[in-house]
């Protein structure tokens, strides 16, 4: 009896233990052949919380972007791979953005992260850089920095981290963009929350660049919570500020907007850092009169004047417009996500095609610095070896649009300068 | 000297401090708990707002009365099966406050699910602003001043002219000797809970147009309100309006002067008042 026991028991574990290696064969065994290859991209993003929106709006483009690039992919060394999005909710905080990041190195084995945008950075890069994960990001939040500025980036403990949107330096071209736009204006102001830090780094290097241009400028800062702008639109008002830059928050650029127009300052333009979530609620929030001429960021890339694109990727871009508008069965007019996760993507892309690898990690890094690369917001080069210690800034055509009726309208571009 | 527009700015911030102030030292005089999720009843009412409006087409001061009368009976559902519970022997304060924390974020995460987290707005309503020569004023602040007196003045005949009231009034200053006389003290909670939430609500109501509607607004006034009952002092109905007039215009004329720091002003002065004056303004002295 106990021999028959003895024979089960080794049966059992030996079918145990082939179940347990055919799974893990199962999960890294290539793909029926004549198919394109899978390879995961992750990107923690804030699906909840109070930035969920800013999460959840690109998401009917960015899956129509990957349905019509996915539909040629691209070649690296006589293969097809295809791209596959997983996102991760980070909650636009530092713990959810560590959470994140270990369940999508750990857990989905992804080797390439992009499109990243929420303010923990930090915590992101601590888990991605010691698994050799290349991180695309942004510049531009206090710990985004170098360090060399009172910032967190470091190259030399941070070499997988490619800026792939350069915030910071963007920015600053809005700056130049709005004044280009608008050359009879008497002050900029400029207004932020507290929360990006009052006269931190990067708002004395905007400030240097601004002072060097001999830019006249009046500078702001509102607590966090701020619904009340009056007392500061007084003050832009009483700086002789004809021209307002907000950094905020959609609700705080919304709101500044409407209050200004109420108190009588309708000649008071204003303008936001960010892409128009979608005209309607301006309109809704700030009335349709105070909404008119209102400045935003622009990505649409067929009409960038100044900024050559691909035709590909404008005709690319066109179609996912379209296949968003097809699918939320309204016009979708977003264009953020253009310069933002397809760009990152293409990045990658082509530096994995120049590197001829797609997993080695620290060949395509080497690939990444100081390259050029054609992308959905025109050509670049990698730069910043001086100013971030490694050449991994990418530039923008810093485009802004200004509301009219019930579009947006081209207004101007100053697109960035390589960095030193 | 600040430009007129902030005084009338302060006016208006003042408007809704004191609505919000009035409600919870209302419900702290009977109920001796102070409401963590007041502010999300604020929340709440310009949500029922909006969405009268923009969903049901009713006139903006019906959807206002709906508001009030909506979300006052929810807090006297929360009263009835929350807080009625874990006032009774056996439990104390602590987990009063923590249900009421709780109920907040509860409050929140609810609107944020069923209403999505965008801003919302209700620039339709009441559009357009009374030009003043030098400045403008909305009309639809100007709504929020009128609105204001219409409730204050409202609560005074009801707490000093009515049966209703006269039966809050006993059951704050003396409880037992109250039931002794047949005024039924829970009944009297019930209804207390129910105005001051649906007083929480028309004051998130009328700022709807004025603000944005998201299912985060309900936190600074709930925290500004809560410094006007500590500078007017807990428990006094008069400190609330006094203490919500102070900040409305402590909070814009401090802003205009000194920027983001008023907000560090504003606490610190709420400091300094509660090592001077504990009791604020008119409140009783601690014994």
């Known amino acids: 009896m106990k021999k028959w026991y003895n024979v089960v028991a080794i049966l059992m574990a030996t079918v145990i233990v082939l179940g347990i290696f055919a799974i893990g064969c199962a999960k890294t065994a290539p793909p029926q052949p004549g198919g394109p290859i899978t390879i995961n991209i992750g990107e923690p993003v804030a699906l909840s919380g109070s930035a969920a929106p800013w999460g959840q709006i690109p998401t009917p483009f960015r899956e129509a972007w990957f349905e019509v690039f996915n539909r040629e992919g691209f070649q690296v060394g006589g293969k097809t791979y295809n791209i596959k999005l997983i996102q991760v909710d980070d909650q636009n905080t530092p713990e959810g953005g560590a959470a994140a990041a270990k369940q999508l190195v750990f857990g989905d084995k992804v080797r390439f992260i992009a499109g990243h945008w929420t303010w923990n950075f930090s915590a992101v890069a601590a888990v991605t850089n010691p698994a050799k994960v290349i991180f695309v990001t942004r510049t531009g939040a206090p710990d985004q920095l170098p360090a060399s500025w009172g910032g967190l980036y470091d190259p030399k403990t941070m070499p997988y981290v490619v800026f792939g949107t350069p915030s910071q330096e963007e920015f600053t071209a809005d700056c130049f963009a709005l004044i280009k736009a608008y050359p009879n204006y008497k002050r900029l102001g400029l207004m932020d929350s507290v929360q990006s830090g009052v006269d931190s780094a990067g708002w004395r290097a905007l400030k240097k660049e601004l002072d060097a241009a001999g830019i006249r400028y009046h500078n702001e800062w509102f607590a966090v919570g701020t619904s009340d702008f009056t007392p500061y639109i007084t003050r832009f008002a009483e700086a002789g500020c004809n021209l307002v830059f907000v950094a905020g928050w959609v609700g705080e650029f919304m709101l500044f907007s409407k209050q200004r127009w109420e108190m009588g300052y309708k000649d008071m333009k204003v303008g936001c850092s960010g892409p128009f979530v979608d005209i309607n609620i301006y309109k809704a929030v700030c009335g349709p009169d105070a909404a008119q001429g209102l400045i935003g960021a622009y990505y649409d890339n067929s009409q960038f004047k100044e900024t050559k694109v691909n035709p590909k990727y404008i005709a690319q871009c066109q179609e996912a417009l379209r296949i968003a508008a097809e699918k939320t069965g309204k016009p979708y007019t977003y264009t953020g996500e253009i310069a933002w996760l397809p760009s990152h993507v293409l990045i990658l892309v082509q530096a994995m095609q120049k590197a001829g690898t797609v997993d080695d990690t620290d060949a395509i890094m080497k690939a990444i610095r100081g390259g050029t690369f054609d992308t959905t917001i025109g050509k670049w080069t990698m730069s910043g070896e001086k100013t971030y210690g490694s050449a991994v800034v990418f530039g923008s055509p810093a485009p802004l649009c200004t509301i009219q009726g019930d579009k947006e309208v081209y207004l101007s571009e100053y697109p960035t300068k390589p960095l030193p | ?287």
Not at chain 2, 215 to 237: E, K, V
Request: proline content about 4%; charged content about 5%; glycine content about 12%.
């Open chain 2, 1 to 287: 000297m600040p430009p007129a527009e902030i005084w009338i700015d302060g006016l208006v911030q003042s408007c809704i401090y004191m609505t919000m102030a009035f409600g919870m030292v209302l419900v702290f005089s009977i109920l001796g708990i102070l409401n963590w999720a007041h502010g999300q009843f604020y929340m709440l009412g310009a949500f029922v707002v909006y969405y009268a409006i923009t969903a049901a087409g009713i006139p903006f001061p019906i959807s206002l009365l709906i508001s009030g009368v909506v979300v006052g009976g929810l807090g006297m559902l929360v009263e009835k099966f929350v807080i009625e519970r874990l006032t009774s022997p056996g439990y104390g304060m602590l987990y009063v406050t923590v249900a009421t924390l709780a109920l907040m974020f509860f409050f929140e995460g609810a609107a944020g699910m069923a209403f999505g987290l965008m801003d919302k707005g209700l620039s339709t309503v009441l559009p357009g602003v009374l030009d003043l020569g030098s400045f403008s004023v909305s009309y639809q602040k100007i709504a929020v001043i009128i609105f204001t007196l219409v409730i204050m003045i409202s609560m005074y005949i009801v707490l000093n002219r009515t049966k209703v009231g006269l039966a809050i009034r006993a059951a704050a200053q003396e409880p037992v000797a109250a039931s002794l006389y047949g005024i039924s003290v829970g009944r009297v909670s019930l209804i207390v809970m129910g105005i001051g939430c649906a007083l929480a609500a028309m004051a998130g109501g009328i700022m709807a147009p004025v603000y944005t509607t998201n299912p985060f607004m309900g936190r600074i006034p709930m925290i500004m309100s809560l410094l006007a009952i500590i500078i007017g002092g807990l428990g006094s109905l008069t400190g609330a309006i006094v203490g919500g007039i102070i900040l409305g215009f402590l909070n814009s004329v401090i802003a205009y002067h000194l920027s983001y720091v008023s907000e560090f002003v504003l606490f610190l002065l709420v400091i300094i008042i509660l090592l001077v004056r504990p009791q604020g303004l008119f409140g009783a002295p601690l014994k």
